[in-house]
């Protein structure tokens, strides 16, 4: 079960950071994805890390804005937004999946994120 938090209200500018908490002690997922969802759009992938060796990967929209951490003894994974715009104004979702070549099927329940001009 994933639990996301950390969404709020911010200027454009500024900064936020998101956890996705895991429960269970055996959670070892291929990796753990970031994905978001604005108001009228479909949901769009944000990034993704790895649980061995914390390969990153990010959208074009965010490359050098956002940063995706994990903390694998904690079973949590971060996402450091930075530079926000209001275009990144969403619900945003965590998500992990057990192998690369399958889908996301483990999901948060989403937290808003919302920027301000």
């Known amino acids: 079960q994933l639990q996301a938090s950390g969404g709020g209200l911010v200027q454009a500018g500024g900064s936020l950071t998101l956890s996705c908490a895991a429960s269970g002690r055996t959670f070892r997922p291929y990796d753990m994805g970031w994905f978001r969802q604005a108001p009228g759009k479909e949901r769009e992938f944000v990034g993704r890390?790895?649980?061995?060796?914390?390969?990153?990967l990010y959208a074009d929209s965010v490359k050098g804005r956002f940063t995706i951490s994990r903390d694998n003894a904690l079973n949590t994974v971060y996402l450091q937004m930075n530079s926000l715009k209001p275009d990144d104004t969403a619900v945003y979702y965590c998500?992990?999946?057990?192998?690369?070549?399958?889908?996301?099927?483990?999901w948060g329940q989403g937290t808003q994120v919302t920027v301000s001009s």
């Open positions: 998500a992990a999946r057990a192998r690369l070549t399958s889908a996301y099927d483990q």
């Open positions: 890390i790895t649980w061995s060796y914390s390969i990153t």
